[in-house]
């Protein structure tokens, strides 16, 4: 094998990312003391150019501009080089997302970042040509202007990075509402961001359009809270579109990133496994309120997508799979016509392209993405055969062209473990297992929280990555707020003490590192963490949920599993610090509005108690997961139930008879303890919107 050519410093980094770039010819660092040593000690600026695995266009700018030669030396005789994964390090991201925003009017990646030596900002941008085009300058008259300008204007260049720095302090301040939120506000939220739907399509707003997971799940909470059934219509309407269109791999299972048309045909076929945990959770909980097989149906192949492909053999779930393979955007997942015909013969191939629209033409650059058009009854008149046959068909068809792919290169997959991400997913995991009865889920669940635990938790801190045996970076509040919430799920699904005593544990840590004592609210660092140009909070809920958002949902789950109000306390300053926001821009801040609402409407909580496990017990916890109750704790203990009653108060005075019982309570009352599974599922229907 030819030795590379050039080798720089990033050779020694475990991300995929970092290392595509360890042999460019460009002299890039990682982010560290170092490379900010160096550009003080030489007094030049620092070029930061932060992506990740599986953006196409972070791709694009390496191809054309860090593989070469000639912008390679302007870069490293006039910078010092830092190269960031935005995935390891979201909080730099962040900071210099909110910079390139405030210059520009717009962010994304790559992001190309100028800083000075001390890290501080004075021009940025993202995705530069290698030459004038596009309406953009070159990268390298960008380079050339900007070392001239650091070089020959340096009272301008300290002016405006003063003037940023200032700016970026002020980022994500919040004043405590002075208005006490009630259920006026998650009405109001709710109609305006229902006044964004677009009914032909599904979804909110226009193109490009992005899968709305938080936003379905606070709809849910709409409904069930006696919402309008209009709210029901838009959720169902919006998912099955998105899971018939482009957006779902038909194939394979599990989400794409998002759709750049409307009507959710053409996505950006990245797969990232935070959209695949919040959507395969929307999906999951339609089916729980709707019992529509449809929905079960795609949280089950997603689930096992994840399961397959993105899942490591010690337990630890992988980030992303890119969305270009063998140099080009979407190979691996779309096909001719021909090939089709080639799989499936002509009769089966006929009903298998109607259904998926596949065309002479093709859809997408001269090739299909496979996509759903019609109902298989429609498809089997066309075609003259039964419905249950055309079904067959399809089936059958899926299963062979699957197949086939397997044999295609696949897109590269980032195989890094970041804690937070893991804990939105391992918290469908937990909830799947319970509400589908998927005992191979459950243990999925298992495996990744023991493996989080144990390789991702050093000296009683969380930290953020891990891969190929080595863990490291501070973990950010997302990183605790989301495993903690993902482990109140799975006690909830399997009734395992330890999963709340972790929770627990984890959830005061959190505090202890991140709380603002002064001003309330999270901060995206902790205390141990480095410093760096500024200390920000982030309440807006984007691509993932906000630390904040999930730490205040998760934060009041505890406060009822084990009565110490001072959890609901910190949740409570986080709402009134969102409240003045949540009505300016209600849609960015879908998780939020989902834990205001469990607030605002008081949790119902879900008790089984029972002399031993057993089948009798199992009927009881099948029933406690039948009805979807968006505002619930669901705790069960069989056996010596000793532990559970010291942690947990709702068990106090609950003692385990010769059989199991089951009590359902809301707003300080509960009805009469119940006896039998049915009587159990009769409760839990009087309190919720699940269908008899």
């Not at 990740?52 to 030669?69: G, I, K, L, P, T």
């Not at 509040?477 to 709340?500: K, S």
């Not at 607030?599 to 916890?621: M, N, R, T, Y």
Request: aromatic letters at 10%; hydrophobic letters at 40%.
């Amino acid at each position: 094998m030819t030795e590379p050519k050039h080798t720089n410093a990033l050779i020694n980094e475990t991300s995929p990312y970092l290392l595509q770039h360890a042999h460019n010819p460009v002299d890039w660092y990682p982010w560290g003391e170092e490379a900010l040593r160096k550009a003080r000690a030489e007094d030049k600026p620092i070029l930061l150019s932060i992506g990740y695995s599986a953006c196409h266009w972070c791709h694009v700018m390496e191809r054309e501009s860090f593989e070469n030669e000639e912008i390679a030396r302007l870069m490293n005789e006039n910078f010092v080089n830092i190269k960031v994964d935005r995935e390891e390090r979201p909080d730099l991201d962040q900071i210099y997302m909110n910079a390139v925003q405030m210059m520009t009017g717009h962010g994304g990646w790559p992001m190309t970042m100028f800083l000075t030596p001390n890290g501080v900002p004075f021009y940025g941008g993202t995705y530069f040509p290698p030459v004038d085009r596009y309406n953009m300058p070159g990268f390298p008259r960008v380079l050339i202007s900007i070392a001239e300008a650091y070089r020959g204007q340096p009272d301008q260049v300290a002016n405006t990075s003063t003037a940023l720095l200032g700016e970026l302090r002020r980022v994500g301040l919040a004043e405590p509402s002075r208005e006490t939120a009630t259920p006026d506000l998650l009405d109001a939220s709710y109609r305006r961001i229902a006044a964004t739907y677009d009914p032909k399509n599904g979804g909110f707003g226009s193109a490009p359009k992005f899968p709305p997971a938080m936003t379905l799940e606070f709809f849910m909470h709409v409904y069930c809270g006696n919402g309008p059934s209009e709210a029901r219509e838009m959720i169902e309407h919006t998912c099955r579109k998105i899971a018939e269109g482009g957006m779902y791999d038909q194939l394979g299972g599990g989400f794409h990133r998002y759709s750049v048309d409307a009507k959710w045909l053409v996505p950006h076929f990245e797969k990232m496994l935070y959209d695949n945990a919040l959507l395969s959770r929307v999906y999951l909980h339609l089916y729980q309120l709707t019992k529509d097989e449809f929905a079960r149906r795609v949280t089950e192949e997603t689930l096992d997508y994840v399961m397959r492909e993105m899942t490591d053999a010690a337990g630890g779930f992988y980030s992303t799979q890119d969305a270009d393979s063998e140099r080009e955007e979407g190979k691996f997942f779309v096909w001719s016509k021909s090939e089709v015909v080639s799989a499936l013969g002509h009769h089966d191939a006929a009903i298998f392209c109607d259904y998926f629209d596949v065309t002479d033409a093709g859809n997408f650059e001269g090739h299909n993405i496979l996509h759903v058009t019609a109902t298989i009854e429609e498809i089997a008149a066309r075609h003259n055969v039964s419905p249950g046959e055309a079904r067959g068909i399809l089936e059958r068809g899926r299963a062979i062209l699957f197949d086939i792919r397997e044999r295609r290169i696949k897109p590269a997959r980032d195989e890094k473990v970041l804690t937070g991400w893991n804990g939105l997913m391992l918290a469908t995991f937990a909830e799947a297992s319970a509400i589908l009865k998927r005992t191979d889920y459950r243990k999925t669940a298992e495996a990744n929280a023991e493996f989080i635990l144990t390789h991702v938790y050093s000296d009683g801190l969380l930290l953020r990555t891990w891969k190929t045996g080595q863990s490291k970076l501070n973990g950010y509040l997302e990183d605790y707020a989301c495993l903690v919430e993902g482990l109140i799920c799975l006690f909830e699904a399997t009734g395992a003490v330890r999963w709340l005593q972790q929770a627990i544990k984890l959830a005061n840590k959190m505090i202890e590192e991140f709380w603002d004592d002064q001003d309330g609210g999270f901060f995206f660092t902790g205390k141990s963490h480095e410093e760096l140009i500024v200390r920000s909070k982030d309440f807006l809920d984007n691509a993932t949920p906000s630390g904040n958002s999930v730490a205040a949902f998760a934060l009041q789950k505890l406060a009822v599993l084990t009565g110490n109000q001072q959890y609901q306390r910190y949740a409570t300053t986080i709402y009134r610090l969102v409240s003045d926001q949540i009505r300016r821009y209600p849609s960015a801040f879908g998780w939020a509005l989902c834990g205001l609402d469990f607030h605002l409407s008081g949790a119902k909580e879900v008790v089984i108690v029972g002399p031993e496990s057993g089948p009798a017990v199992e009927e009881f916890v099948k029933t406690a997961w039948q009805c979807y109750l968006p505002n619930r704790v669901i705790c069960c203990c069989v056996g010596d139930c000793a532990t559970a009653q010291k942690l947990i108060p709702l068990f106090e005075g609950r003692i385990p008879a010769p059989d199991p019982i089951g009590y359902v309570c809301e707003g300080y009352t509960c009805k009469s303890p119940a006896k039998s599974p049915n009587e159990l599922l009769a409760q839990l229907r009087a309190i919720s919107r699940s269908p008899a």
